[in-house]
């Protein structure tokens, strides 16, 4: 049986070992748990056991956030896609096994439109072209479509009728947003965007509560696994009601605001201005009036806290995967929670931080695994610590 559903799986996409994507496809999915708690035990062993690893009941299909690359293959035809790991070659994808289905069949209603539409492809040698990617966000719960079209320049031509043809085919998209990056860069988004239809963002239910998402707003991809990871946090954190508790790198309010249903009052700290922005309507939206929200360096802002003497109990962190810098966890220290959950889509940095936090005083008391990324080699952990 195993060895047919891995032939299944490989049979099943059509660039499995070309794009990078999916180191795993090709093991069963057990096998694959089981791997990746052995990886993460193995790194988190001078500290402590690992409690367990929470994976999918179905494991595919569960990106809900699409972004795509398009080129041109060498007769010239449009393509979109992912980059080859570790290059620029842009390897074609139709259908693939980990993005949601209903974006990708928009992704190939735009690659057909195109033509018709003569928009012109972006050439990243030349810097010449229009159209660089496209990135589509699908709400799990609520089915609200955001098509963000990134162009190199904001003067798009026959917007409007391109938008009718879009929606004639997929009436369901609820916004689409221009997104100007106009720079030589890897990145995917820029500064400047245009909403040319419908509101500029889509709404999305997550543990039972609403968030607004904007084109440069961070939600996490796999909504079905977020629910169990924050559950875990959430767990972790065993709340009395009492608490104050600080989420530091708050993004939109998302772990913050779940965990406000249990705290006594919450603070966000995120530096990323639109975000903060969200997560206070985030919090309007779901009537939670024992939340605040800064837009602060999270390091800077846990100075400011201890030494005007305001006492915080519990932090929790989810850092981007470089960890935290030595600036934050010094912070952190002088803050002097008697508990941090620390969230991680990293766990190499994650112990990095662990082995920091141990020389100032904290003991890991327990840590599980989530399986956020199925087929792939990325592993997310939950780690409490104590004093």
Same mark, same amino acid.
């Given at each position: 049986?195993?060895?047919?559903?891995?032939?299944?799986?490989?049979?099943?996409?059509?660039?499995?070992?070309?794009?990078?994507?999916?180191?795993?496809?090709?093991?069963?999915?057990?096998?694959?748990?089981? %791997?990746?708690?052995?990886?993460? *035990?193995?790194?988190?062993?001078?500290?402590?056991?690992?409690?367990?690893?929470?994976?999918?009941?179905?494991?595919?299909?569960?990106?809900?956030?699409?972004?795509?690359?398009?080129?041109?293959?060498?007769?010239?035809?449009?393509?979109?896609?992912? /980059?080859?790991?570790?290059?620029?070659?842009?390897?074609?994808?139709?259908?693939?096994?980990?993005?949601?289905?209903?974006?990708?069949?928009?992704?190939?209603?735009?690659?057909?439109?195109?033509?018709?539409?003569?928009?012109?492809?972006?050439?990243?040698?030349?810097?010449?072209?229009?159209?660089?990617?496209?990135?589509?966000?699908?709400?799990?719960? $609520?089915?609200?479509?955001?098509?963000? +079209?990134?162009?190199?320049?904001?003067?798009?031509?026959?917007?409007?009728?391109?938008? %009718? *043809? +879009?929606?004639?085919?997929?009436?369901?998209?609820?916004?689409?947003?221009?997104?100007?990056?106009?720079?030589? $860069?890897?990145?995917?988004?820029?500064?400047?965007?245009?909403?040319? /239809?419908? @509101?500029? /963002?889509?709404?999305?239910?997550?543990?039972?509560?609403?968030?607004?998402?904007? @084109?440069?707003?961070?939600?996490?991809?796999? @909504?079905?696994?977020?629910?169990?990871?924050?559950?875990?946090?959430?767990?972790?954190?065993?709340?009395?009601?009492?608490?104050?508790?600080?989420?530091?790198?708050?993004? $939109?309010?998302?772990?913050?605001?779940?965990?406000?249903?249990?705290?006594?009052?919450?603070?966000?700290?995120?530096?990323?201005?639109?975000?903060?922005?969200? *997560?206070?309507?985030?919090?309007?939206?779901?009537?939670?009036?024992?939340?605040?929200? /800064?837009?602060?360096? *999270?390091?800077?802002?846990?100075?400011?806290?201890?030494?005007?003497?305001?006492?915080?109990?519990?932090?929790?962190?989810?850092?981007?995967?470089?960890?935290?810098?030595?600036?934050?966890?010094?912070? +952190?220290?002088? +803050?002097?929670?008697?508990?941090?959950?620390?969230?991680?889509?990293?766990?190499?940095?994650?112990?990095?931080?662990?082995?920091?936090?141990?020389? %100032?005083?904290?003991?890991?008391?327990?840590?599980?695994?989530?399986?956020?990324?199925?087929?792939?080699?990325?592993?997310?952990?939950?780690?409490?610590?104590?004093?």
């Amino acid at each position: 049986m195993e060895q047919k559903n891995k032939k299944n799986n490989v049979k099943a996409c059509e660039v499995f070992g070309k794009c990078g994507g999916c180191q795993f496809l090709e093991m069963p999915y057990e096998k694959q748990l089981k %791997k990746k708690k052995q990886r993460l *035990a193995e790194l988190l062993k001078p500290y402590c056991d690992v409690d367990t690893f929470i994976g999918m009941e179905c494991p595919k299909y569960y990106r809900h956030k699409v972004t795509a690359t398009f080129s041109r293959d060498r007769k010239g035809n449009i393509i979109s896609g992912t /980059y080859k790991e570790g290059t620029h070659y842009v390897v074609p994808v139709e259908n693939c096994l980990l993005e949601n289905q209903k974006a990708d069949a928009i992704m190939k209603t735009i690659r057909n439109l195109l033509k018709s539409f003569k928009i012109k492809i972006y050439d990243e040698d030349s810097g010449f072209g229009l159209l660089r990617h496209v990135q589509i966000r699908v709400g799990y719960a $609520t089915g609200q479509i955001m098509v963000v +079209l990134v162009l190199a320049s904001p003067i798009m031509p026959s917007k409007n009728n391109f938008v %009718k *043809a +879009l929606l004639k085919e997929h009436p369901e998209i609820r916004t689409v947003v221009v997104n100007v990056n106009d720079k030589r $860069t890897s990145m995917i988004l820029g500064e400047k965007e245009q909403v040319i /239809y419908g @509101p500029g /963002y889509i709404e999305d239910v997550l543990c039972g509560m609403t968030f607004k998402i904007s @084109p440069k707003s961070f939600y996490q991809v796999n @909504p079905i696994q977020t629910e169990k990871l924050y559950g875990k946090a959430i767990e972790y954190a065993s709340f009395t009601g009492k608490e104050t508790v600080l989420d530091a790198y708050c993004g $939109t309010g998302t772990i913050g605001m779940i965990a406000s249903k249990k705290a006594g009052n919450v603070i966000g700290v995120e530096l990323n201005r639109d975000a903060v922005k969200d *997560a206070v309507l985030n919090a309007k939206k779901n009537g939670i009036s024992n939340i605040r929200f /800064y837009q602060k360096d *999270a390091g800077d802002f846990m100075v400011q806290v201890a030494e005007s003497g305001d006492k915080v109990d519990v932090v929790i962190m989810d850092p981007p995967r470089s960890g935290s810098s030595e600036k934050f966890l010094e912070a +952190l220290s002088v +803050l002097s929670p008697g508990k941090v959950v620390y969230v991680s889509c990293n766990p190499e940095t994650m112990v990095r931080d662990i082995e920091k936090l141990t020389k %100032k005083g904290y003991r890991v008391k327990k840590a599980c695994g989530v399986d956020m990324f199925p087929n792939t080699v990325e592993i997310e952990a939950v780690c409490l610590l104590s004093k």
